[in-house]
């Protein structure tokens, strides 16, 4: 009987590149069957990527995160999918009130101490896969805070240091646990806004508040199809919830330190008029 593994490597490459579009949870887990078929995925894997990262057409796609990231990471694009039905039935505001280890916490695979040592490996094969996998990438990404206060509301930005080849699904979850990203324990909630770009700070600092479908603050559509945002909300707290030992677990599990930088787009010295023209 043929063994698929006596084909040509070339021949097997070509097969895994089809199934990593396919299946790819299916082809992450063949990996395991011995160190050939491992290194021959990887190659596959690596070969999808490059293809989408630098020979992707314009206009006939459009960027998302990959079902398999939203299955296995529920809650890290969106905090509002960490909160159980019955909590979204209780609570008026769906806030993680400072608690921003949660959305890690309730991981489908984190409440298994087996599952989680084997999701949080340094070499683990999830961390280096494109975050929209068999599509464009996201290559540029904003961080937008937003802390409202009695004494009144702030507004901060960042932009991600990314590679030339996007944003793995690694490097943002890296990005979730830096030092910057979040206000830690005075978290609220978070959102990726995938095909978002800020087109102003000067228009973001006016405001002082982000919205996400305005068109003197936000690009969206083409300009913007390998963007995204990640807008994150904050406030004072009446009392932490999260552990040290929690915070520090969950900490630890980066592998890499990111680079936040300041606004490198121009300055539009913006002026308000409260109007927008549509025509």
């Known amino acids: 009987m043929a063994n698929l593994l006596h084909l040509p490597n070339e021949i097997l490459i070509a097969i895994l590149e089809i199934v990593a579009t396919a299946d790819l949870q299916s082809l992450i887990t063949s990996q395991l069957t011995n160190r050939r078929l491992s ?35 529920k809650g890290l694009f969106n905090t509002a999918d960490c909160f ?53 990438p996201i290559t540029h ?11 009144g509301d ?18 943002f979850y890296d990005v979730l646990l830096c030092d910057k990203a979040t206000y830690r324990r005075e978290t609220g909630s978070w959102e990726l806004i995938v095909g978002r770009r800020l087109r102003s700070y000067d228009v973001l600092s006016e405001y002082e508040c982000f919205i996400p479908d305005d068109r003197d ?22 009392h932490n919830s999260t552990s040290q030992d929690e915070e520090d677990y969950w900490i630890s599990s980066s592998q890499n330190k990111q680079r936040l930088l300041p606004w490198q787009g121009p300055i539009q010295n913006f002026i308000f008029t409260g109007y927008y023209d549509y025509r």
């Not at 507004?155 to 990314?162: A, M």
């Not at 590679?163 to 690694?170: L, N, R, V």
């Open 154 to 171: 702030s507004i901060d930005y960042y932009q991600v240091e990314l590679p030339p080849s996007g944003m793995t699904m690694g490097l």
């Open 39 to 73: 290194a021959l995925v990887q190659n596959a894997i690596n070969n999808v990527q490059n293809t989408t990262a630098f020979n992707h057409v314009e206009g006939v796609e459009q960027t998302q995160i990959h079902p398999l990231w939203k299955a296995k990471f």
């Open 217 to 238: 603050l936000v690009d969206w559509g083409e300009e913007a199809r390998q963007a995204a945002v990640l807008y994150v909300r904050g406030g004072p707290v009446s």
């Open 84 to 136: 159980t039905i019955e909590e979204k039935r209780r609570m008026a505001y769906l806030s993680l009130n400072g608690d921003y280890t949660l959305p890690f916490r309730r991981l489908p695979w984190a409440e298994s101490d087996e599952k989680r040592k084997v999701y949080l490996r340094p070499e683990a094969s999830w961390r280096d896969i494109s975050l929209t996998f068999g599509r464009a």
């Open 141 to 151: 990404l904003d961080v937008v805070k937003s802390y409202s206060a009695p004494e």
